[in-house]
Nanobody, 123 residues
């Protein structure tokens, strides 16, 4: 069973930056596509960005394009989300998720989830 643990959330002012990390353990994750989702208060879980198992394709939701970057360090079994130019509307709990091989944008397509990390952006 692949286990995921997020870290790096916190409180930041608008315009600031944060880097989220998601560390994988339990089994080899190199053949997994990874994703970041987020859920704001009173809203559903939405896709933020995805990366395929071989880093060949990435997806960003329109609202974060040019501000967020997904990457992974296979040697450290860690997925990252670099968030720059943060806005109050980015406030949410951020989750990392994994599925075999190819990425997807629906949360139902992912079986492996972390517990989430809170990101709060003040205006």
């Amino acid at each position: 069973q692949l286990q995921l643990v997020e870290s790096g959330g916190g409180l930041v002012q608008a315009g600031g930056s944060l880097r989220l990390s998601c560390t994988a353990s339990g089994r080899t994750w190199s053949s997994y596509a990874m994703a970041w989702f987020r859920q704001a208060p009173g809203k559903g879980r939405e896709i933020v960005t995805t990366i395929n198992w071989n880093d060949s394709v990435t997806y960003y939701t329109d609202s974060v394009k040019g501000r967020f970057t997904i990457s992974r360090n296979s040697a450290k079994d860690t997925l990252y989300l670099q968030m720059n130019g943060l806005k109050p509307e980015d406030t949410a709990i951020y989750y990392c998720a994994a599925r075999p091989l190819t990425s997807a944008t629906r949360s139902d397509d992912y079986r492996n989830w972390g517990q989430g990390t809170q990101v709060t952006v003040s205006s």
